[in-house]
């Protein structure tokens, strides 16, 4: 797959370097991981050592400089492989982009440096029991207390929690003037008296587990919060586009990986006298997903550059668009590759068959497929609401 047009030199040469990377540990080293009961450590230093973690922050934290572009180009590129790193999503892309931009000078000192290296990790906390997509039904909430913050709520399907030195928490805060609820972003530190977590039993083959997270009555202190606490639908979103672009890339590379699989077996696998891959009933699917991945790519490339660019609304629109693409044609290119191995496609040496499962997430986190069909039907098409 050549986007030679569309990107300039240096980002071929990181997703070529990253590529190489990829290869050398592959889909058996996450399945032993996944297997072990481990975490993919040995991945997530190197990676970190060659600067790909922090390849979207900036140089005087100890990053690359780059962009969510060059962010998105990693976890893709490292999920064809087989390896994907779902806290790259979370760590580098929705916090460090974050403190990045709003946060003050001591929480860009404290945590950027640690996140570009991969030294510091850091989760992300928003979905919760009763609110799902609707954030304006959040109930964790933050009060003053002097100089303090104090933090109370519950948080679902929050991942890395177990292994993140601290969580970025969506929370509202209380108007002085108006009473009303506004969101605003706390920093939780791993160690924070009152913060605790219960792992979520997922039928999922990932390293990374799921959370649900207690706060009960979490002391803060005064600069937990990160940015203005007027700005905080500003300083959210500007966290949640580069998560959509980022899950389309991780669907994306599951996809490609998917499908590269299938086309080896389908160009070698022969039962009568061609390859079974000469069929065109096997031949048609696998250029069709091929079709898919490639329009799912674009599309993710372009709300990058929209993000990467300062075009908060553009990119908004461009980043659901992205991550729609991508998830269908994850799901329908893992579905794909199982059908044209048959039998071997369900068996672990081919390992296509835990990604069954994988694919599906894309389409449900960090928001489902119907509401991004509702945010384009009114944002985009101009049709009325329907919530």
């Known amino acids: 797959m050549s986007n030679a047009l569309i990107e300039s030199q240096e980002l071929r040469d990181l997703r070529a370097a990253v590529a190489a990377l990829g290869k050398r540990y592959g889909r058996e080293y996450t399945t032993a991981v996944v297997r072990d009961g481990k975490q993919p450590d040995e991945l997530w230093a190197e990676a970190g050592k060659l600067g790909y973690l922090g390849v979207n922050l900036p140089v005087e934290y100890g990053g690359g400089g780059g962009g969510i572009t060059e962010l998105a180009l990693v976890l893709e590129e490292l999920g064809a492989?087989?390896?994907?790193?779902?806290?790259?999503?979370?760590?580098?892309?929705?916090?460090?982009?974050?403190?990045?931009?709003?946060?003050t000078a001591a929480q860009?000192?404290?945590?950027?440096?640690?996140?570009?290296?991969?030294?510091?990790?850091?989760?992300?906390?928003?979905t919760e029991p009763d609110a799902g997509s609707n954030s304006h039904?959040?109930?964790?909430?933050?009060?003053?207390?002097?100089?303090?913050?104090?933090?109370?709520?519950?948080?679902?399907f929050v991942s890395g929690v177990d292994i993140a030195d601290a969580t970025l928490i969506v929370g509202r805060t209380e108007d002085a003037r108006t009473g009303?609820?506004?969101?605003?972003?706390?920093?939780?530190?791993?160690?924070?008296?009152?913060?605790?977590?219960?792992?979520?039993?997922?039928?999922?083959?990932?390293?990374?587990?799921?959370?649900?997270?207690?706060?009960?009555?979490?002391?803060?202190?005064?600069?937990?919060?990160?940015?203005?606490?007027?700005?905080?639908?500003?300083?959210?979103?500007?966290g949640l586009n580069p998560e959509r672009i980022m899950t389309a890339a991780f669907a994306t590379g599951m996809g490609r990986y998917a499908l590269g699989r299938a086309v080896d077996y389908a160009r070698t696998r022969q039962v009568w006298s061609e390859p079974i891959g000469a069929h065109q009933a096997l031949a048609h699917p696998l250029a069709r997903c091929h079709i898919e991945l490639e329009l799912?790519?674009?599309m993710t490339t372009k709300a990058a550059a929209l993000y990467d660019a300062?075009?908060?609304?553009?990119?908004?629109?461009?980043?659901?668009?992205?991550?729609?693409?991508?998830?269908?044609?994850?799901?329908?290119?893992?579905?794909?590759?199982v059908h044209t191995l048959g039998g071997n496609g369900l068996t672990t040496e081919y390992g296509l068959a835990s990604l069954v499962t994988a694919a599906r997430v894309a389409r449900i986190a960090p928001v489902s497929r119907e509401m991004i069909l509702n945010y384009v039907s009114h944002r985009t098409l101009g049709l009325p609401k329907s919530y």
């Open 310 to 337: 300062g075009d908060d609304a553009g990119a908004g629109e461009a980043a659901n668009m992205a991550k729609y693409a991508a998830a269908e044609a994850a799901v329908r290119a893992v579905d794909q590759a």
């Open 296 to 298: 799912a790519r674009l």
């Open 108 to 126: 860009k000192e404290r945590w950027l440096p640690g996140l570009a290296s991969g030294t510091l990790r850091m989760a992300f906390g928003i």
């Open 180 to 238: 009303a609820l506004k969101p605003c972003l706390f920093i939780v530190e791993r160690e924070a008296p009152g913060f605790q977590w219960n792992r979520i039993s997922m039928e999922l083959a990932a390293p990374e587990k799921q959370f649900e997270l207690v706060m009960d009555e979490v002391r803060l202190p005064g600069e937990a919060l990160v940015g203005s606490e007027d700005a905080g639908l500003l300083q959210l979103f500007a």
């Open 81 to 103: 492989a087989g390896c994907p790193l779902l806290m790259m999503v979370v760590s580098p892309a929705i916090c460090g982009t974050v403190i990045s931009r709003f946060g």
């Open 137 to 156: 039904r959040i109930t964790t909430t933050g009060r003053r207390d002097g100089d303090h913050w104090v933090l109370s709520g519950r948080k679902v």
